[in-house]
């Protein structure tokens, strides 16, 4: 796709179909059939093609990753495959070129890996590189890969077409039916050099996808997609999905609390005195065609592009109003009314004031008011600049107050954590302290008790000499007399 000149981050695609063996309808036009043109049947896609002998195809199984290296830097086309045994193909295809950079990503899908498998050539920007073919399916979904420098012809086959393709721009779709007789099919997509970020699917039903390829790519120019279908049922649909974001990046975001320049001020002057001319062309029936004549040179500047076409518009509504004019001055026209009213339910006054404590206090003791229930309004005033003084004042001085809270509670909380670990060394100090404690009364008490004794044994009487039992019941009978006595 050819990416719109006015355009800056959406991305458009140039596509190239190409059907065998029998012609198909492609936007109203006819393409050629093959034999008319003199071409063979795309027969270099398959794996057999990629490693003839079978050394290079690799087993990859679930949530597990294979990689081939590829130092040739003559040559800037790899061809890769992915196949399976009929069972899902769920695989995410990735270019390295050095140790972090990873310039092409390619996610592909196919229901059924034996009747459609995964055809991609991959640009290496002639450069050594490394391709990684990583199985995020499931443990019971294995598959087998390679990938091998592609020879001329197949390499040629990822460059632009000749013939002119089909334009999509950031965020569209194009779908393009194929013929029954349909049995390969060929999608190039390409930009002028930005990212392309697009979704190709395959559908044999409405949103029935039997094969999708999703790629990112920072550069679509040397890194364009190129892929093959396989087609073995009739009733196929090529869909193109442009994920690129569409409209024009803001390359200069706005700035807040910064002082309007003198040319921002004139525009802004001459932007108040051309809707107060409007008003009044509206009001009586003379000026209804000076009205007219301000809308139409409005919209005679932005139909034109540039620097150009603001002058012009900024001359033909500025006035001969002196440069050295107050802002405060030209809140006394009509202009002004929109800068004294905030709706309350909008969502962004809602979250900045209504959800706020304090907030429309604070907006009414400076002078705003409630109207309608439903807005807040600055009453106007004789002298607006004094006003305006007033009111910038008071958010300096909330700003300042609301920067000293901050400080204050960031110094509170570190006091806080710092009587916390006081507390806690404290603690862990009483801690030692007992059980240090505890340890010298267990070493006096053991130092009290003397050296320790060994036993003695002695020797019990025999069974042979008849006296053990009347032994043990003298024993018995001496020890309870003792204990009495005691």
């Not at 996808?209 to 196929?236: A, I, R, Y």
């Amino acid at each position: 796709l050819e990416l719109p000149s006015k355009l800056h981050l959406p991305t458009a695609a140039m596509l190239s179909l190409l059907a065998l063996p029998n012609a198909y309808t492609l936007g109203g036009v006819r393409a050629r059939s093959p034999a008319r043109m003199g071409a063979s049947p795309v027969m270099g896609w398959d794996m057999k093609t990629i490693t003839p002998d079978g050394t290079l195809e690799q087993r990859v199984e679930g949530k597990t990753r294979k990689t081939w290296t590829f130092n040739d830097l003559s040559k800037d086309r790899v061809q890769v495959a992915v196949k399976s045994e009929g069972r899902p193909v769920k695989a995410d295809i990735q270019l390295w070129i050095g140790p972090d950079w990873t310039p092409f990503t390619l996610k592909a899908y196919s229901e059924d890996g034996k009747e459609r498998p995964i055809q991609a050539l991959i640009g290496t920007r002639n450069k050594a590189a490394m391709i990684e073919v990583r199985n995020v399916g499931e443990y019971e979904f294995p598959f087998s890969a390679a990938a091998n420098y592609a020879d001329a012809s197949m390499a040629s086959k990822a460059d632009p077409p000749a013939a002119a393709g089909e334009r999509v721009d950031g965020g569209a779709l194009r779908s393009f039916p194929l013929d029954a007789g349909s049995e390969k099919l060929e999608v190039v997509l390409n930009t002028d050099g930005k990212q392309l970020n697009a979704r190709v699917e395959l559908l044999n039903a409405p949103n029935n996808p039997k094969q999708t390829f999703e790629v990112f790519t920072n550069n679509g120019e040397l890194n364009s997609l190129s892929v093959c279908f396989d087609t073995p049922d009739p009733g196929n649909t090529v869909r193109i999905v442009n994920l690129a974001a569409g409209g024009v990046p803001l390359l200069h975001p706005p700035q807040r609390n910064v002082s309007p320049s003198p040319s921002r001020r004139r525009r802004a002057r001459a932007r108040a005195r051309a809707r107060a001319v409007a008003q009044e062309g509206h009001r009586g029936g003379g000026g209804g065609r000076r009205r007219e004549d301000v809308r139409g040179g409005g919209a005679q500047c932005r139909g034109r592009d540039g620097q150009a076409g603001r002058a012009e518009r900024h001359a033909s509504t500025a006035g001969d109003r002196p440069d050295g004019e107050d802002d405060g001055e030209r809140l006394k026209g009509s202009g002004g009314a929109k800068y004294r009213r905030m709706r309350l339910s909008n969502k962004l006054v809602a979250e900045g004031l209504v959800h706020v404590p304090g907030a429309r206090q604070f907006l009414v003791a400076h002078g705003w008011r409630i109207v309608e229930r439903e807005f807040l309004e600055l009453p106007p005033s004789d002298d607006p600049a004094a006003q305006a003084a007033a009111q910038a004042a008071a958010v300096a001085a909330l700003t300042l107050a609301v920067a000293q809270a901050q400080e204050e509670r960031r110094r509170a909380e570190l006091e806080a954590r710092k009587r916390e670990a006081a507390e806690r060394v404290a603690k862990q100090k009483a801690d030692r302290e007992a059980m240090k404690a505890a340890m010298a009364r267990d070493r006096a008490e053991v130092a009290a008790r003397g050296p320790a004794q060994a036993s003695v044994a002695k020797k019990l009487p025999t069974e042979s000499a008849g006296s053990m039992s009347s032994a043990i019941f003298q024993e018995q009978e001496e020890a309870e007399a003792r204990a009495n006595a005691r």
